[in-house]
Nanobody, 122 residues
Framework: QVQLVESGGGLVQAGGSLRLSCAAS????????MGWFRQAPGKEREFVAAITWRGGRTLYADSVKGRFTISKDNAKNTVYLQMNSLKPEDTAVYYC???????????????WGQGTQVTVSS
């Protein structure tokens, strides 16, 4: 079983930056990809970015491409989401996820973190 612990959320002004971390423990070798999703109040959970553990292949949502960067540290079993040029519409609870399939949909992930709040003020 893999456990995910997120950190790094907070309040930031528009144009600012935050870095989210997701530390994975347990049977991480069974995980193919890690992803970040977000959910704003009254909206459905949406894909943000994903990365494969071995090859480091990345995927991004169009809304964050060029502003967000997903990366990993295999030695630390940690995935990061560097968020730059933040906008008020980026405000949401951000969730880390692990899965054997990965991809852009939640169906590719079977384990989720508890979520961390990101609030961007205008």
């Amino acid at each position: 079983q893999v456990q995910l612990v997120e950190s790094g959320g907070g309040l930031v002004q528009a144009g600012g930056s935050l870095r989210l971390s997701c530390a994975a423990s347990g049977r991480t070798f069974s995980t193919y990809a890690m992803g970040w999703f977000r959910q704003a109040p009254g909206k459905e959970r949406e894909f943000v970015a994903a990365i494969t553990w071995r090859g480091g292949r990345t995927l991004y949502a169009d809304s964050v491409k060029g502003r967000f960067t997903i990366s990993k540290d295999n030695a630390k079993n940690t995935v990061y989401l560097q968020m730059n040029s933040l906008k008020p519409e980026d405000t949401a609870v951000y969730y880390c996820a692990a899965g054997s399939t990965g991809g852009r949909t939640a169906h590719g992930y079977n384990l989720w973190g508890q979520g961390t709040q990101v609030t961007v003020s205008s």
